[in-house]
């Protein structure tokens, strides 16, 4: 099976502008859950989508939002960049329908804010 | 509320000793660890998991060890190899609802030749 893929890769945006980010997931999982990961942080938890509805949310501002389609693709969208929106956003993927936690990361879309 | 952190953020090894890479957890109702490993531009890989009911487990060179009294997790690699250096992430898996899993800070384990 193909891994997550992530696109872009790399992006570059400046403050007030807005992106986009897609991930695709494994080929069956459901699942799909968003991470922003930072210098000196962990991975913060953005939300989880599942079955195409938002089933869990970090503590993140409404600026980050995101959607699931029939496919189980999903994107997430961040309006009014920040300069601390610079980050390695990851996408991980989940069969939640087997009952695992076992997730897998695509390898990430590294976006900097100018 | 809910935390998972690292105890050092770096780890310097020598190839071939063993690696001790601990984690302390805040949510008692956890019930379902993992260690993830990151290698510089990739995201994190799965290493090795462990259930609440359990107080260790083995896979091929690591071995977890969860110590429910103190809420420690710890993550053993034998014979520790350069391809070993990366960050190493433990997460809890907090049930209740929908099933939330919280990631620690990393700790950065680097492998002298």
């Known amino acids: 099976k193909a891994g997550v893929t992530q696109t872009p890769r790399y992006l570059i945006k400046t403050r007030g502008q807005q992106v986009t980010l897609s991930c695709s997931p494994i080929?069956?999982?459901?699942?799909v859950s968003w991470y922003q990961q930072t210098p000196g942080q962990g991975l913060q938890f953005l939300f989880e989508y599942f079955s195409e509805t938002q089933r869990n949310k970090g503590n993140f501002p409404g600026r980050f939002s995101g959607r699931q389609f029939s496919n189980s693709r999903s994107e997430m969208n961040v309006s009014t960049l920040e300069l601390g929106d610079s980050a390695l956003y990851l996408c991980a993927s989940r069969d939640r329908g087997q009952g695992s936690y076992e997730q897998y990361f695509g390898p990430g879309t590294r976006l900097t804010v100018t | 509320g809910e935390s998972v952190g690292l105890h050092l953020p770096t780890l310097s090894v020598q190839e071939g000793d063993n690696s001790i890479i601990n984690c302390a957890y805040s949510?008692?109702?956890?019930?379902?660890f993992i260690w993830y490993k990151q290698e510089s531009g990739k995201g994190p890989q799965f290493i090795i998991d462990?259930?609440?009911?359990?107080d260790k487990r083995q896979g091929q060179r690591v071995t977890v060890l969860l110590n429910k009294t103190v809420k420690h997790l710890s993550l053993q690699i034998a014979a520790t190899q350069p391809g070993d250096s990366a960050v190493y992430f433990c997460?809890?898996?907090?049930?209740?609802?929908?099933?939330?899993?919280?990631f620690g800070t990393g700790t950065k384990l680097q492998v002298i030749p």
């Open positions: 997460a809890e898996n907090t049930p209740g609802g929908y099933q939330k899993v919280t």
């Open positions: 462990i259930r609440s009911n359990m």
């Open positions: 949510n008692s109702a956890s019930d379902y």
């Open positions: 080929s069956g999982h459901r699942s």
